[in-house]
């Protein structure tokens, strides 16, 4: 009875290992390993103590060797062996152990067990095994991987196995088990301990990039420069930047640059667009929640940038569902390979398309006059107008307004004459750099005088230098009636020319 | 400036390298002598001024397009009220400035005397009328009527439907008629037909709440509307009311956001800066034309945005 009951209890074989833990671990977890090693290890402690209670093979004939389990997954496996002991089903009457066949017969004797605690037995076998032998892969097979049962020399062989020196191979193993049991001299542990100090390093060091990146995009500038390397003088703003952090802050100049890892500066070209690019993502999302599904305006306009591409700008106009707010926000900057209408549709359909904007919520188009916009049956007013027919478009008003006050004046020949006499007055009196000084000289002199003899008041913003601005600068070439326009309408100097205008005429 | 230009142009005129420039020097200083040209410009100032505040107004970001046409209407009957009765004002300032600047001056009642070409040829007149018929008046003439013709579609029948909602004068154009023709004809996609019959009660008991309560009766325009609408918490009595207010207000009226847009671009993307790319762009533009909302974002929630974007080997917490 109590024979059946206790060889159940030991002999009974066990549930194998699920394939997948002994498979190859799944991709996820190593991904997610090398992130923080701290979290996934004592989540695989717990699945290994689980998998020891219910799926490890204890008998130590039959159990599979360290070797054949995949490479991430023996320490697991060991720590799992090492939290249940070495294997010994003992009997209290060493007389249940099974005789061998020599004559005369001999038998495993239990209370071996308390001499030699690594001692494990096997049932399967009649052999007797060596715990952390098999753990750690001993040079001595017989007791890792054989097994023995030669019970006549046993006590004599035990004590060999052992070994006399420190270092013998049997107790080296024993102590590799002993400090894979201790957790905090674990190497995984050692590293995140270590980790937890850099990684409030890596914060202030990201943090400052944040912060100069921020500056330097808020107010337009360049973030590189010319040349960056160890000899250079100005490397850039960015750099210069960080370099004024340093100097007003000796906490972060103990961690940066030349003091800092080499591997985690946070200061590469790299580095400084990520940071660029998750800013700006962040903004967006901002926009789009701010956006909702608000019926909206799609405003576009097209202009050349500096390196001579035609980029077109989109914003929408909306009316924000929760304050009540109007609002004309930026959307996107395009380059357009040409300014068919068709291409202009495109590259706005790509961009709603692109941030998941419904084009069906488009309630006005707001163009300039040009004709590839506006136009009846091509323009791309028209073009959108069958995708959409709610978009309903509306020619810039200030365009408008301008077109007919400055344009319209010009139709009597008198006022036409004296725009192009004010241009030609302009190319004389303020055309080459010497009588441009002349002018300003003069003017200054004037404005002296005056103040002198208090006919004029000196204050803030008043009395400034001033020049004759040359309309044909602005914009078109010499077309003085486009220059006027934009000069007081838009983009420019919104004043100029009436600022110009009133100058001339002024008691100046 | 005036006297800087002239004593320029007198430098110019002696010390020129050419006679060619001497001799435009010349022509200027002559033109810059006479009354004709005094006058056309202190025109050009006033005019210029009128309509400057007005196109200003125009390109403010919140700017609704109700208000504009109103604005547009204001240009043209300062216009008009130039026309009637601003040249004598306008005389007088000339003449003024003649005294100043020595130049000659002449009389309204005077014949006048045409120069450079035969008087015979010309017909007799006064200055008064060449200067406030065949000048003054023909020029705001030419602008009144660029201005209807440019403006024609005050009359296209989607704005004149949707003047009615203007609140200023404590909703004096409101016409709930108008609002639903309105609403069925042009924004049949946001109204079923059933809404369009309760938005038809909707308006009438909104012009009726509004016109007694206070911080809705005193409005001016659209855009206020909207916002006191969410303030008063009128907005959820009356959805139907503020979806349309919305629609209205959405409709474009200058595209000067885009101008404003193209300035901050080339502040960017300068003549040194050629090669950057699209995205950095993208970026960089966002970033500096919405300054507002990219302050909101803090410093924490980019280092997490960050992280996450890549596999980082480098822990920040």
Sequence with gaps: ?508 | MWKSVIQVLNIVELEGSTSDQRAEACRLLDAMDSFRFVFILNMMIDLMGITNDLSQAIQRKDQDILNAMDLVLVAKLRLQKARDSDFESLWAKVTAFCNVHDIEVLQLDDEHQATGRGRRRTQACTNRHLFQVELYNAAIDAQLSELSYRFSDDAVQMLRLAASLMPSDNFKAFDVVNLTELASQFYSDDFSDFEIISLGHQLENFVQDARSHPSLSGLVCLTDLSRSLIITGKAQIYPLVYRLVRLVLTLPVATATGERFFSAMKIIKTRLRTRMGADYLKDAMLLMVEKELADTVTNEEIMTYFQEMANRRCPIK
């Design chain 1, 1 to 508: 009875m109590i024979h059946g009951s206790v060889s159940d209890r030991f002999l009974k074989r066990q549930r194998p290992i699920p394939d997948y833990v002994l498979q190859s671990p799944s991709q996820p977890v190593h991904q997610a390993e090398t992130h923080c090693p701290v979290e996934v290890r004592s989540g695989l402690d717990a699945e290994a103590s689980e998998l020891n209670e219910a799926t490890l093979e204890r008998d130590p004939g039959s159990r599979k060797q360290i070797s054949d389990y995949d490479h991430g997954m023996r320490e697991q496996i060991r720590r799992a062996y090492l939290q249940l002991g070495p294997y010994q089903p003992a009997w209290e009457d060493s007389s249940l152990y099974p005789l061998n066949k020599q004559s005369p017969p001999r038998r495993f004797r239990a209370d071996w067990f308390k001499q030699f605690a690594w001692l494990e037995y096997s049932p399967n076998q009649d052999a007797a095994y060596c715990f952390y032998c098999f753990l750690f892969n001993s040079s001595d097979s017989e007791f890792s991987k054989a097994g023995f049962n030669n019970w006549k020399k046993s006590l004599e062989r035990y004590r060999k196995h052992e070994g006399t020196t420190p270092n013998s191979s049997h107790r080296l193993a024993v102590a590799a088990g002993q400090v894979l049991l201790r957790d905090q001299a674990h190497v995984d542990t050692m590293l995140a301990r270590v980790s937890s100090d850099v990684a409030k390093d890596n914060f202030r060091r990201l943090e400052a990039s944040v912060d100069a990146v921020r500056l330097l995009i808020r107010q337009g500038c360049a973030l590189r420069g010319h040349r960056e390397g160890p000899g250079s003088f100005n490397k850039g703003n960015f750099l210069e930047l960080l370099k004024v952090f340093r100097k007003r802050d000796a906490d972060y100049s103990r961690i940066s640059s030349t003091n800092g890892p080499q591997n985690s500066l946070m200061v590469s070209p790299k580095i400084q667009k990520e940071i660029l690019h998750a800013h700006a993502e962040l903004v967006r999302r901002l926009l789009s929640c701010e956006q909702g599904s608000s019926p909206f305006a799609i405003l576009a306009d097209e202009s050349r940038d500096a390196s001579k591409k035609e980029q077109m700008v989109i914003a929408h106009r909306f009316v924000d569902e929760i304050t009540g707010i109007l609002h004309e926000r930026f959307f996107e900057i395009v380059h357009v390979a040409d300014t068919s209408a068709q291409t202009l549709l495109q590259a706005i359909l790509q961009e709603q398309q692109h941030r998941n904007v419904d084009m069906q919520r488009v309630r006005g188009l707001g163009f300039d006059g040009a004709s590839n916009m506006r136009g009846e049956f091509n323009g791309l007013q028209a073009i959108i107008n069958d995708l959409n027919r709610f978009a309903y478009y509306q020619h810039c008003w200030s365009h408008r307004l301008q077109l007919a006050l400055v344009g319209a004046s010009k139709d009597v020949p008198s006022i036409s004459m004296f725009f192009l006499m004010i241009s030609d007055i302009v190319n004389v009196a303020g055309g080459s750099c010497k009588r441009s000084d002349v002018l300003q000289a003069t003017h200054k002199q004037t404005v002296d005088e005056l103040i002198e003899s208090g006919e004029i008041e000196t204050g803030r913003g008043l009395n400034q230098e001033t020049n004759l601005s040359r309309p044909g600068d602005t914009r078109l070439g010499s077309l003085f009636q486009i220059a006027f326009i934009y000069d007081i309408l838009l983009g420019g100097d919104r004043i100029g020319n009436l600022l110009y205008v009133s100058c001339l005429c002024g008691n100046l």
